[in-house]
């Protein structure tokens, strides 16, 4: 038994080594990837489900590596926030995409929103952080109020006083604060009473399988009546079926995200398909 245990010791020590190399890989290549420009923005509509009118979008970074091929970005957003490469990444989001809304919004008679995801980390300089955002916006001419910064319920928890302060500045200016993954993170929602918040964001895994699991539908609709009795926006992601937009419209939840209506893209075809 002890020398089973001491072969377990062994292999466990491989299996980390190995993931340790293969994430040292995936930052060195990160680097070199912002470096040269290769991250890419897509584009995922957001949808008056009423109308099927097109409101806005969500940036969502794309890396396709040379050695590595496709990283998920939820794999490589964490390897970047710890690598400290978090601020580059959100710099390259941020500004693509500025520039690409406004240029899209000169043809539209109903100007586009536009959403970008926001890390915890970055919310450790809040100061500079509101400082940069607005020099961004008014560098590509994009109007705070069609600005919107996605935020995960775990950045609220840390450095509570400089972020609330540095998301009631934003706030004031004209950008709308959503929590995104609502309903995964935090059990108390006190935060709600006092944080400069616009909307809630209901979590994908809520909406998935709202047939099927009768406790999906309820904390759904319990997110949508909080929603409400707060005076908050609610907006549902993952939605993939009819089914799950009709459930949605029928709790007065009409704006919506997924698949149903599109897939993150490209903005060239974001362009030949939305605009
Ligand atoms: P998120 O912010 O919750 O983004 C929504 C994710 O759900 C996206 O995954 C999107 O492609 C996916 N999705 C959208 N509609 C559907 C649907 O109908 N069904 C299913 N199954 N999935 C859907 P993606 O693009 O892989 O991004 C994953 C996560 O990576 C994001 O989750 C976000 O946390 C992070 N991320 C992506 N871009 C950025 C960024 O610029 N900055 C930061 N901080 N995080 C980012
Ligand atoms: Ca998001
Ligand atoms: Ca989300
Ligand atoms: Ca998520």
Request: hydrophobic fraction near 40%; charge should be negative; proline fraction near 3%.
């Amino acid at each position: 038994a002890k020398k089973q245990g001491g072969n377990q010791v062994v292999i466990y020590n491989e299996e980390i080594s190995k993931a340790k190399n293969k994430k040292l890989q995936i930052e060195a290549r990160l680097r070199k990837a912002i470096k040269n420009e290769e991250i890419e923005v897509y584009y995922q509509p957001k949808i008056d489900a009423r109308t099927e009118v097109l409101t806005g979008v969500e940036a969502l970074l794309r890396w396709t590596d040379e050695e590595l091929g496709f990283v998920p970005p939820d794999v490589f957003i964490a390897i970047a926030e710890e690598a400290g490469l978090i601020h580059p990444l959100w710099e390259i989001a941020m500004k693509k995409a500025s520039s690409q809304i406004t240029s899209w919004n000169k043809d539209r008679a109903r100007p586009l929103s536009l959403a970008v995801n926001f890390s915890a980390k970055q919310f450790q300089d809040p100061c500079s952080l509101v400082k940069q955002v607005k020099e961004i916006l008014s560098e590509y001419q994009l109007a705070p109020n069609l600005f919107e910064i996605e935020i995960t319920e775990s950045t609220l928890l840390f450095n509570t006083k400089e972020t609330t302060r540095a998301l009631e500045t934003l706030q004031e200016f004209g950008i709308s604060i959503s929590i995104d993954d609502f309903g995964t993170g935090y059990s108390s929602f006190s935060y709600l009473k006092t944080l400069p918040i616009n909307t809630l964001k209901i979590d994908r895994s809520f909406i998935q399988d709202i047939k099927e699991d009768h406790s999906n539908s309820e904390i759904a609709e319990a997110i949508i009546n909080l929603a409400r009795s707060l005076k908050l926006h609610v907006i549902a992601e993952g939605v993939e079926e009819d089914y799950q937009k009709e459930f949605l419209l029928k709790h007065d939840c009409y704006h919506m995200q997924g698949y149903l209506y599109s897939k993150p893209l490209s903005k060239e075809e974001f362009e030949r398909v939305w605009v």
